[in-house]
C-alpha cells in the first residue's frame, strides 16, 4: 500500500494554517498560511521543498481560501488524499479523544462554543468549508483538550459552588493537549523508557505557554484550565491573577468585564510586563542591552512557569525527565538555563554546551552527569494530528 497523505488543517478567526503530510515523509510535501482572511490583505502563502510563493486573494473567506489550497494539495499529494485531520481548541467533557466529523460530533463542537467563543466557531468554519469542498472524504476533529480528559477531579475541579461545574461546565479543561501528548511519547522514544511506564514534566512555550505532568501516556495536570488565559506568563496572556483584580479595576478606573478581558489576553504578559514586545526574541536583545522591561519580563516568565513545573510534579510519583518544547522552549537556551536556577531542589544541572546546541530543530538531552534528565524535544503537532486520522481510517 502506498503512503497515506492527510490534509491538517488549524482555522482561526481570520487564518487558517494548513500542512500536507504524508506518513513516510519526515517534511511537509506543502504546508502554508493563510492570513487576514475577509479584508482587502488577504493573501495565502504556500511553502514547499522548491520555495516560498504568496497569493493575493482579496476578500476571500475560509472557504474560498480552501478552494484557493485543495487543489494545490492535491496535486503536492498526486492527486490522492486519504483524509483531512482538523485541529479544534475545545472539546469540553465531549470528546475523549480524536473523533470522525459528523453530525453528532459537529454538533459537539457547536455546543462547546460557550467556553471558546472565540476558537471554535473559526475551527467549525474550517470544517464547514472542507465538508463542502470534499463531501465524501474521511474528516476527524483532533482536540486541544481532548488529552487532559484524563486529570483526576481534585485536578480539575475548581473550588466554586458545585452547580457551576455540573451545570454549566465550569472547570479546568488544559490546552495545547496535542502538544504535549506528542511531545512526552517523543520524549519516552528518544529515552528509551516505555511510554506506558514514563513519568514526565513538559513545558510547551510558545506565544501561548502550558505546562503539563504527563504519567503513563496520559495528562494527570496542566497549568491552563477553563480558558488558555489561565496558568503561565505567555506572550501577551496574563497567567494567573488574583479574580479580585477584576473587580479593582472595575471600581478604580470603571473598565467593564470586556476591557478587562481584552487588556488581560492581548495587552498583558512579556508585552504588558516589558512595554516593548511580545516576542522572547526581541525581548532577549533587548535584555542583554539592559533594558529594564525586557529583564523583568524575562525574570517573571522563568520564576513562574518554575513555580508552575514545582507544583506539577506533585501529580508524579517518579520524574523520567523535564521537556522543553514550543517556539520559546526549543530556541531559548537562556530560558532553559534561568528556568532550572529556579529548580535547584530537584538537582536539575545544565551542560551549558549541550543547552545552547539544542535550538532550531535540534533535539537531544541537555543535563550534565548527576542531573535528572533535561530534554529538548521540537513538537510536531501537525504530524500527530495526521497520525490521529490515521490511527482512525485504520480502525
Not at 184 to 201: F, H, I, Y
Not at 214 to 235: A, F, H, I, Q
Request: aromatic share 6%; proline share 4%; net charge negative.
Amino acid at each position: 500500500m502506498s503512503a497515506r497523505n492527510i490534509l491538517v488543517i488549524n482555522c482561526g478567526s481570520s487564518s487558517i494554517k494548513f500542512a500536507l503530510v504524508n506518513e513516510a515523509q519526515s517534511s511537509f510535501p506543502l504546508q502554508g498560511l493563510a492570513e487576514r482572511l475577509g479584508s482587502p490583505e488577504a493573501v495565502i502563502h504556500f511553502e514547499t521543498a522548491s520555495g516560498k510563493e504568496s497569493v493575493h486573494v482579496a476578500d476571500a473567506d475560509h472557504q474560498a481560501a480552501l478552494a484557493q489550497i485543495l487543489p494545490r494539495v492535491e496535486d503536492a499529494a498526486g492527486g490522492h488524499l486519504d483524509g483531512i485531520g482538523h485541529r479544534v481548541v475545545h472539546g469540553g467533557e465531549n470528546f475523549f479523544a480524536s473523533s470522525l466529523l459528523n453530525e453528532e460530533t459537529l454538533a459537539g463542537i457547536e455546543a462547546n462554543i460557550q467556553l471558546a467563543p472565540l476558537h471554535n466557531p473559526a475551527n467549525l468554519s474550517g470544517i464547514h468549508a472542507a465538508m463542502s469542498l470534499f463531501p465524501t472524504l474521511p474528516q476527524v476533529g483532533v482536540f486541544d483538550t481532548a488529552f487532559h480528559q484524563s486529570m483526576p477531579d481534585r485536578a480539575y475541579r475548581y473550588a466554586v459552588p458545585d452547580f457551576l461545574y455540573k451545570e454549566h461546565g465550569v472547570r479546568r479543561y488544559g490546552f495545547h493537549g496535542t502538544s504535549h501528548r506528542y511531545v512526552s511519547k517523543r520524549a519516552a522514544e528518544m529515552a528509551g523508557v516505555p511510554v506506558e511506564n514514563s513519568s514526565w514534566l513538559v513545558a510547551h512555550l510558545g506565544n501561548g505557554c502550558s505546562t503539563c505532568a504527563v504519567v503513563n501516556g496520559e495528562s494527570r495536570d496542566t497549568s491552563m484550565g477553563l480558558t488558555p488565559l489561565e496558568g503561565l506568563v505567555m506572550g501577551t496572556r496574563s497567567g494567573d491573577v488574583d479574580p479580585s483584580l477584576h473587580n479593582f479595576l472595575h471600581n478604580s478606573l470603571g473598565w467593564d468585564l470586556a476591557k478587562i478581558d481584552a487588556m488581560l489576553n492581548k495587552e498583558s504578559g512579556l508585552k504588558g510586563l516589558s512595554g516593548l514586545s511580545n516576542d522572547m526574541r526581541t525581548l532577549s536583545e533587548a535584555r542583554l542591552a539592559g533594558h529594564p522591561g525586557a529583564v523583568l519580563a524575562f525574570e517573571v516568565f522563568c520564576y513562574r512557569l518554575a513555580k508552575s513545573l514545582a507544583g506539577m510534579a506533585c501529580a508524579l510519583e517518579q520524574l523520567d525527565g523535564l521537556v522543553f518544547t514550543g517556539g520559546i522552549g526549543e530556541n531559548s537556551a537562556a530560558v532553559r538555563e534561568r528556568t532550572l536556577d529556579h529548580l535547584k531542589l530537584f538537582g536539575f544541572k545544565l551542560d551549558g554546551e549541550a543547552n545552547a546546541r539544542c535550538t532550531r530543530g535540534v533535539a537531544g538531552e541537555i543535563q550534565s552527569a548527576g542531573s535528572p534528565r533535561v530534554m529538548v524535544v521540537p513538537t510536531n503537532e501537525e504530524r500527530q494530528i495526521a497520525l490521529d486520522v490515521l490511527a482512525l481510517l485504520d480502525a
